[in-house]
């Protein structure tokens, strides 16, 4: 079976950029949640091995989000995805758990060296 992935993106294209390079390297997305809130929800609900998180989303942010998924699991995945010039909240979301980072527009090369890196 392949390691359970819950991708978090407040755009639909990206959510299915995202999904299309996990697919078709054997990841199951296991669930997608356009903003943080829902992404919290989903992740208590799915128990995923993975999270990637975009920063920037409506509700709650993705450092937010991040930061409410450790205290429901210490031990969680999240991989946080910002665009360009988002340094300073990468540095954020480093320090609030996250594990890695991959900057948009998504290479798939990164996307899935990263994931590896965590899911081994």
């Known amino acids: 079976m392949g390691k359970r992935i819950l991708v978090v993106d407040d755009a639909a294209f990206m959510r299915m950029m995202l999904k299309d390079i996990l697919t078709k390297n054997g990841y199951e997305v296991v669930g997608e949640a356009p903003d943080g809130a829902k992404a919290v929800e989903l992740y208590q609900e799915l128990k995923p091995d993975l999270v990637t998180m975009d920063i920037t989303m409506p509700e709650m942010d993705g450092i937010q989000a991040l930061k409410e998924i450790k205290k429901i699991d210490p031990q969680a995945k999240v991989i946080m995805c910002s665009a360009m010039g988002q340094q300073a909240m990468v540095i954020e979301a480093i320090q609030a758990g996250a594990k890695d980072f991959v900057v948009k527009p998504f290479q798939a090369e990164r996307v ?7 899911l081994g």
């Open 112 to 118: 899935l060296e990263a994931v590896r890196k965590l």
